[in-house]
């Protein structure tokens, strides 16, 4: 006779307090012991499994239901009440939370102790865990649920399954999360660079390097006020260095337009309208008179009048002449 799958899947030891757990408080008196052990080996013996004419499977089935006989419960009666109580926290490390469910029931199941039973009871921490992680994932807003069970290592099947998700959407999620801890790699190593320097250096630092304030915030273990206070700065610095270019960019124009006209010397004067003179013998055409006069560096003041008043320039030729 063959075995069931979920027969092969448990140990034999906990298909019996399985049995057992679906027996009534009578059933566990004295006077029904035998009887209930020989359903209980008739169901295992229907599930493929050899009891009735094992002795020593019948040995171990007479000895779990005598126990919780004794106890007045099944093992798993206590057993599911200690899993049911776990959070979240208290299975943070299953090895850990483990030792602490043998320590709770080992005074009246020391059998769990056994080095047959213990790993099993380490998987069903662990899956423990993992049904608490996804009931937490589930609960969580947007995409964050996935980001929890990615960041605990969860199988991706599972998670898929588990979340409702494509594999597409995992893997988006997923890809997200490699490029986020590389950008957490990347201020790392930027904050190693000013490891000696202020906070306010820290900040700057990483401002200049285009580092989200959430993760300046974080990373450099600073407030909101130390980021309002460099931007502040950043932004002073800024208007300042607009009021620079700004002062400079006007001087290089009027260094480029030359002097205004009470500023030019007479000799100088007569010599700029002789040359606009030629050049306008040479065009008649405005935009090619202002480009020749600009080449010979005729001050921008005199061009003007040249192009809009021509006659002008005889009446600046006569001042200039004295």
């Excluded at 448990?10 to 399985?18: A, M, N, Q, S, V």
């Excluded at 039973?117 to 662990?126: D, S």
């Excluded at 820290?202 to 390097?209: A, G, Q, S």
């Excluded at 007569?270 to 090619?288: A, G, N, P, T, V």
């Amino acid at each position: 006779m063959t075995t069931s799958d979920a027969a092969e899947k448990k140990p034999f030891w906990l298909l019996i307090e399985e049995r057992i757990l679906q027996l009534g408080s009578q059933d566990l008196s004295a006077e029904n012991l035998e009887a209930s052990v020989q359903r209980i080996a008739g169901e295992l013996d229907g599930a493929g499994l050899n009891v009735t004419r094992d002795g020593g499977n019948l040995i171990q089935l007479r000895f779990a239901v005598d126990k919780a006989s004794k106890a007045g419960r099944p093992l798993l009666k206590d057993f599911n009440a200690a899993i049911s109580e776990f959070t979240l926290e208290d299975v943070a490390d299953p090895y850990m939370a483990t030792n602490n469910l043998l320590d709770k029931l080992g005074e009246t199941w020391p059998e769990l102790r056994s080095s047959a039973r213990r790993p099993v009871v380490v998987e069903i921490v662990e899956n423990t865990k993992l049904d608490l992680l996804i009931a937490k994932a589930k609960g969580l807003p947007g995409d964050d649920g996935i980001r929890l069970l990615i960041g605990e290592k969860v199988d991706f099947q599972v998670i898929t399954k588990a979340m409702e998700i494509t594999d597409e959407k995992l893997n988006e999620v997923n890809e997200l999360i490699k490029k986020e801890l590389a950008e957490r790699a990347r201020v790392a190593g930027l904050l190693e660079a000013v490891a000696d320097k202020s906070n306010d250096e820290k900040v700057r630092h990483l401002f200049d390097n285009d580092v989200s304030e959430a993760l300046i915030i974080e990373m450099a273990n600073v407030d909101q006020a130390a980021i309002d206070a460099v931007k502040k700065a950043k932004e002073e610095e800024l208007k300042e260095k607009q009021r620079l270019a700004e002062e400079e960019a006007a001087r290089k124009k009027k260094e480029a337009e030359g002097p205004s006209l009470e500023d030019i010397p007479a000799d100088q004067m007569l010599d700029y309208i002789e040359s606009i003179r030629e050049i306008m013998e040479f065009s008649d055409q405005e935009k090619e008179i202002r480009m020749m006069c600009e080449q010979s560096a005729i001050p921008k003041a005199l061009v003007d009048i040249a192009v809009s008043e021509p006659d002008k320039l005889d009446e600046l030729e006569k001042q200039a002449e004295g």
